[in-house]
């Protein structure tokens, strides 16, 4: 992944230098940044041109130069990765514009030798590594090729829908992800937002075959996971009597309404709602007072209408479940064909994606 991150001035000194959390230190930064500046100066004096990139027999180095200062100063990162090359040129741009910022005063005067001032500059690092999601990629890769649930990893810049980098065991419809989540991920964002009032911390989408995709947004990028689980119940949940006759039961919403009263429900749930596509609420049962979510509810027939739209283009198979994790509610949308159950909860109650899979499961089988 991304190996080393080092900053240098035109006389080759090094002013600061970082690691992945983990990664062993060979303390060689300054006789590499002597190295790397040789190099470089050779290729401005000799040939007249910067050096932008150098590929050893394992290792890729990128370079990027800013003039503009007394202290002219050269910035790398170096990679055994290079289809990182999209999101490391991000990752550099993002360091030199802070870098600056955070010391221009000390980078318009003469160097005195000194770089303690420097070494608070890893805080940032660690911001911008994380931003771009590049905090979690090596363990996600090594999750994937060790034939896990875990199937691919996709790096989406979120305002342009551009895929910066994709690791996969499996065809995976790129630019139809491309695309689509960046849609979906505002329309479940802007339902926190303004329903909510918290920030989105991800969504899923798991289809009745247990394809599932997850949607992580950070600052600077959508990290989208595809997994593939165990539980395969198309053929059985699509025999449900709901998927036989279109409307049939929103005809009859008291014969609806009693199917789901019988179920025995999870303990942390913590409200419940049937919906039909336009959003009106059929039948609610509130366990927990404090998750007033009454307004809220209506509005997320959106959300699972364009997740729905989304699995099929992905998948070409049907929607079993939509949810969306916050900082405190949790929103699981069961997909029903002309009418929706809705849960609530709080995210903290829900261990992983398998349990809230198993929730819906549970609700599922009762229903047979």
């Known amino acids: 992944m991304l190996d080393d991150l080092l900053i240098i001035n035109e006389s080759g000194s090094l002013l600061f230098n970082w690691h992945p959390e983990g990664a062993q230190e060979n303390g060689k930064d300054d006789l590499l940044s002597g190295f790397l500046t040789a190099i470089n100066s050779f290729a401005t004096y000799e040939r007249g041109e910067d050096i932008k990139s150098l590929k050893l027999r394992e290792t890729y180095i990128i370079f990027e130069k800013r003039d503009d200062l007394y202290q002219k100063l050269t910035f790398v990162v170096t990679t055994k990765n290079t289809e990182l090359t999209e999101l490391l040129h991000s990752f550099i741009h993002q360091i030199m514009d802070q870098f600056i910022a955070e010391f221009e005063p000390l ?49 989406i810049e979120p305002k342009s829908g551009t ?54 947004p950070r600052k600077n990028i959508v990290i989208v996971k595809q997994f593939n689980l165990s539980n395969n119940i198309e053929k059985e949940f699509l025999s449900l009597e709901f ?16 199917k789901f009263k019988n179920i025995h429900w999870d303990l942390n749930i913590r409200q419940l709602y049937l919906v039909d596509l336009v959003g009106k609420v059929l039948y609610s ?48 949308c ?35």
């Open 107 to 155: 980078l318009n005067k003469e160097f005195d030798g000194e770089i303690t001032a420097y070494k608070k500059f890893k805080e940032n690092v660690n911001q911008i590594n994380y931003a771009l999601g590049l905090d979690v990629l090596a363990s996600n890769i090594v999750e994937i090729e060790q034939e896990s649930t875990l199937k691919a990893i996709i790096y």
């Open 243 to 258: 998927f036989k006759e279109e409307g049939k039961y929103l005809k009859k919403p008291n014969k609806l309404i009693e």
């Open 285 to 332: 049962k509130i366990f927990d007072k404090n998750y007033d979510c009454s307004e809220y509810i209506p509005e997320t027939i959106s959300f699972l209408t364009s997740s729905k739209k989304v699995n099929t283009e992905i998948y070409n198979r049907v929607l079993f479940y939509a949810a969306i994790g916050g900082e405190r509610i949790l929103t699981i």
């Open 163 to 216: 895929v910066f980098y994709i690791h996969a065991k499996q065809y995976t419809e790129k630019e139809k992800l491309s695309f689509l989540i960046p849609l979906v991920l505002n329309s479940a964002r802007l339902l926190y937002q303004n329903y909510l009032n918290e920030p989105l911390n991800w969504f899923l989408l798991n289809s009745v075959q247990s394809e599932t995709i997850v949607v992580e």
């Open 334 to 368: 069961i997909n029903f064909n002309n009418f929706a159950l809705t849960l609530i909860g709080n995210v903290k109650d829900f261990k992983d994606f398998d349990f809230l899979q198993n929730i819906c499961l549970a609700i599922y089988k009762q229903l047979k």
